[in-house]
């Protein structure tokens, strides 16, 4: 009974709405909504809660933690690499923030950044370890110029063109400019291949470069040791003129009496040429290039080093005659140059008959390098050479 009245209540409701909107000429569906309709519409509406599993749980999380960890070694990285360019390990000038115009000792390879850079000096030798024995400052006292040794050990045309770039980047207008030509440069690989590691990056021109060579474990020592060594207060530092004597580290190891080192200094090479030394010869053609950068006021020294007699090629062999276009072709790039003189210390001289004045057939000791620095201030000074 109770259920029967509820329900005519509630017709009776809806009949009384009905007529209400009616009267005012819209139908009562409008804005009307039974119970019926409100229940079905619930219905279709109610969300319910969806289940996460506990792998999608496990994913979020290292994708959080991944995220996190690449956040914080970009932030390493930057913080790295901005502390290792204001510091400038190797005083390249890049940065002035801590320099001390000067490196810590060590080996030429990153002590040329700093050296190639200084405005004390003015003018360069350039090569290997086999100009290496000349002496700067006495090169310097003999002609009034102010040279500074650049050779690289182990280095070939490639790099010491790299060298030579470095220095007319800050020095664009040397006094003078000598420049050792060894075997090497008679290559006939057009890439100018290095032997042995060498620190492009270090006199690159772009700053993508060089801060790609910062991220080295190297590096990242020397930037520690630099830091130490700037604290210091008495710090030692690399000779600034570059010169490094080799002889007694040689004498140490023997190369001057040791029998078996002495007796390989007499060997005879083949009378063919070693493997892709027989031409052509784009070193020569670097060179030409690399002279282009250089002002035709600057005397230019081209010097083929010493070699011991025994090392020399048989002459009328095949060794003899790529030897001499070899050297022919390099010292072409001197043509149309004012100031520019060859000097040839790789072909028969009485000097190079002594044995006692070399280590091997191509390091020399002083009393040569002594010869060598006479020949190069007056190949100088007849090109008018003055500071």
Avoid at 354 to 359: H, I, P, Q, T, V
Wanted: proline share 9%; charged share 20%.
């Amino acid at each position: 009974m109770m259920s029967q009245a509820s329900a005519v209540a509630e017709a009776g409701e809806e009949a009384k709405l009905t007529a209400r909107w009616a009267a005012r000429g819209e139908s009562c569906y409008a804005g009307v909504v039974s119970h019926t309709q409100l229940a079905a519409h619930s219905a279709l509406n109610t969300t319910e809660p969806v289940a996460v599993s506990p792998s999608t749980r496990t994913n979020d999380a290292w994708g959080r933690f991944a995220r996190l960890f690449l956040g914080a070694g970009l932030a390493v990285l930057a913080a790295y690499l901005g502390l290792a360019y204001a510091l400038d390990p190797y005083d390249s000038g890049r940065s002035t923030l801590f320099s001390a115009g000067a490196v810590r000792p060590q080996g030429p390879r990153t002590a040329l950044a700093s050296r190639g850079r200084d405005p004390a000096f003015a003018a360069a030798l350039i090569g290997n370890s086999h100009i290496q024995l000349i002496a700067p400052d006495k090169l310097s006292e003999a002609t009034g110029l102010r040279f500074v040794q650049l050779s690289v050990p182990a280095t070939g045309p490639g790099e010491q063109m790299r060298v030579l770039a470095w220095f007319l980047r800050h020095h664009p207008a040397p006094e003078a400019l000598v420049i050792a030509a060894d075997e090497y440069w008679c290559t006939d690989d057009p890439a100018l291949p290095n032997a042995k590691p060498f620190p492009y990056w270090l006199l690159a021109d772009r700053t993508p470069e060089y801060l790609r060579g910062l991220l080295s474990f190297s590096v990242a020592q020397e930037v520690v040791e630099r830091i130490g060594w700037l604290l210091r207060k008495n710090r030692k530092t690399a000779r600034p003129d570059g010169w490094w004597d080799y002889e007694p580290d040689y004498l140490r190891l023997g190369y001057a009496d040791d029998p078996r080192l002495v007796a390989d200094r007499e060997k005879r090479p083949p009378a063919t040429p070693d493997p892709h030394r027989g031409g052509p010869f784009p070193a020569a053609v670097a060179f030409a290039r690399a002279l282009r950068d250089v002002p035709e006021a600057t005397p230019v020294i081209l010097v083929f080093p010493p070699i011991y007699a025994a090392g020399l090629p048989a002459p009328g062999t095949p060794r003899a005659a790529a030897e001499a276009a070899c050297k022919a072709a390099i010292a072409g790039a001197l043509d149309g140059r004012p100031r520019a003189a060859a000097l040839d210390w790789r072909r028969s001289r009485p000097e190079l008959a002594e044995s006692g004045l070399f280590f091997d057939q191509t390091h020399y000791r002083h009393p040569l390098a002594a010869r060598v620095t006479a020949d190069i201030a007056a190949a100088l000074a007849g090109l008018g050479a003055r500071p």
